[in-house]
Each structure stands twice: as structure tokens, then as C-alpha cells.
């Protein structure tokens, strides 16, 4: 999404969190951005369109390393994606932390941490799926009816359903929503593919 002028926010200390074995990759620990995701999901964001600050903090809490192409703030000019005031200085994160493809083309190809596969709307089945993973929503279209290869969302994984334990949750911001089925949108009331007909979806899942 794009980027706007926001207000300071801060990765703050999420509920502890066992980390299982499975859910860790390197520095990085999934449970535990998943926890933080869940712990905050609701608060209110600090601009009206942050989903992907909020997943930046999440995988910050749960040990991904920032960068100087990934990070709170920003010394490069051309790396900049909003601006966040504290008292008479202000901050810019960089535009990977800011807009959802960005992030995406910085985590798969950049930093070469996560693979990226297209879902199909019709399976709810994700067996991939670990938490603190990604699903990537591109639903803006680019001829009325298909998506146009801009990723326009970000949330986590962040539970799985008791019904099918292959079912991701997710936790988002824009709108807050926590362990949503990632299908289903709340605010339509009926599944994404309704809602949004010719949106893609894609796995961005971390190895």
C-alpha cells in the first residue's frame, strides 16, 4: 500500500512466546512475530494505511535483521516512505518498510529470505504455511479484470484453523483484524474472491 506521512510508532515488547523449533529460521523466530502480530493487531495504526509497518515490526520482533534497505529509518533519499515526527526531529523509514511490494521484492529477492508461490482461492489448504509467514494480496486490477502484479497487502500468519489445521489466520493492520481466515474478508462479509473478483494471492514463506 502506499506509503503516507504517519505519526512515531515503535516496536514495543509483545506477550512472551515459546518459539518451537519449526517456526525458526536463522536469527528469525516466527512464533514470536506471530505473537507480537496477534498481541497488537487491534491497537490503532499509526496512519491510515500501515499493513505493511505492522508486518515490518512483527518480523523485527521476531529477530529478522533490519538493513540499511530495511529499517526504521532512513539515510538515503531516494529510500524513504513516509515521515514520522518526535518532538522536533523527524524520522523516514525506508520505503521496504512502508509499501507492501517493496517489501515483498526485499525479502524475496534482495535478501533472498523467502520464497514467494501464487495461491488459488478455490483450495484453502496452505501446507507451506508456517507462522510468521506472509500472504501477499494483490487486488487492484489493471483492465477490470485481472490483478495487475502489484502486491496492495500484507498480513502475517499468525494461527491456524481448528477445523483444518492447513487453514492460515492472519493478523493485519488497515484494517486491524486478528486471526481473520485468509480467504475471508470481514468487512465484505464473504470470501475475497467475491468481494475482489480477479485478486491474487500469493505464500511469501521464509527458509
Known amino acids: 500500500m502506499t506509503a503516507i506521512v504517519f505519526m512515531l510508532t515503535a516496536v514495543v515488547a509483545a506477550p512472551t512466546a515459546s518459539a518451537s ?3 525458526c529460521y536463522g536469527q528469525f523466530c516466527g512464533e514470536k512475530a506471530a505473537a507480537w502480530a496477534r498481541a497488537y493487531a487491534e491497537d490503532s495504526p499509526k496512519y491510515e494505511s500501515d499493513c505493511t509497518w505492522f508486518v515490518s515490526q512483527a518480523l523485527w520482533f521476531g ?9 526504521h529509518t532512513s539515510m ?7 515521515s514520522r515526527a518526535r518532538g522536533d526531529m523527524v524520522f523516514w523509514p525506508t520505503r521496504t518498510a512502508t509499501i507492501a511490494d517493496e ?3 526485499y525479502l524475496v529477492n534482495d535478501a533472498g529470505v523467502a520464497t514467494i508461490t501464487q ?4 483450495n484453502n489448504n496452505v501446507f507451506d504455511a508456517k507462522l510468521g509467514d506472509l500472504i501477499a494480496y494483490d487486488w487492484d486490477l489493471h483492465d477490470g479484470k485481472h490483478s495487475d502484479g502489484i502486491i ?3 498480513a502475517m500468519v499468525t494461527g491456524f484453523s481448528d477445523e483444518n489445521p492447513n487453514y492460515p489466520l492472519v493478523s493485519q493492520h488497515s484494517p486491524g483484524q486478528t ?3 485468509w480467504t475471508y474478508s470481514e468487512g465484505a462479509g464473504t470470501w475475497i474472491e467475491h468481494d475482489k473478483p480477479g485478486a491474487s494471492v500469493y505464500l511469501i514463506h521464509f527458509v
Request: glycine share 12%; charged share 35%; net charge negative.
Open 21 to 23: 523449533p519449526e517456526s
Open 63 to 71: 529477530g529478522m535483521p533490519d538493513t540499511a534497505k530495511w529499517t
Open 76 to 82: 538515503d533519499d531516494d529510500n524513504r516512505g513516509g
Open 103 to 105: 517489501l515483498k521484492n
Open 119 to 122: 495461491l488459488s482461492w478455490r
Open 152 to 154: 496492495d497487502h500484507l
Open 179 to 181: 486471526n481473520r481466515g
